[in-house]
Nanobody, 124 residues
Framework: QVQLVESGGGLVQAGGSLRLSCAAS????????MGWFRQAPGKERTFLAG????????LYADSVKGRLTISRDNAKNTVYLQMNSLKPEDTAVYYC?????????????????WGRGTQVTVSS
């Protein structure tokens, strides 16, 4: 049974930083591309960043390039999302996702497994 568990969300002031983590179990982690999405109230779930099976292949949404960094540690079965210069419009539930590959997809329908999400709230 595949499980993805996000952590690291919380309340932060605008301009601050957060590091989200997603611990995976029940899958051969190193063979799965991983991704981060977010969903704000009343809006669709949108792609933020993805990382291929090796940490060297990454893809970012244009809207977050330069502020977010995705990374993975295959030894710890964990993917991270470092978020800097946070803005109130970054407030959302953040989800990690896994797919069997071979690459990253920018649409949520392209991902097989999802975590339950972690809330990020950025105050102005």
């Amino acid at each position: 049974q595949v499980q993805l568990v996000e952590s690291g969300g919380g309340l932060v002031q605008a301009g601050g930083s957060l590091r989200l983590s997603c611990a995976a179990s029940g899958l051969t982690f190193s063979t799965y591309p991983m991704g981060w999405f977010r969903q704000a109230p009343g809006k669709e779930r949108t792609f933020l960043a993805g990382v291929g099976r090796s940490a060297g292949s990454t893809l970012y949404a244009d809207s977050v390039k330069g502020r977010l960094t995705i990374s993975r540690d295959n030894a710890k079965n964990t993917v991270y999302l470092q978020m800097n210069s946070l803005k109130p419009e970054d407030t959302a539930v953040y989800y990690c996702a896994a797919r069997p590959g071979p690459g990253v997809k920018v649409t949520s329908s392209g991902w097989n497994y999802w975590g339950r999400g972690t809330q990020v709230t950025v105050s102005s």
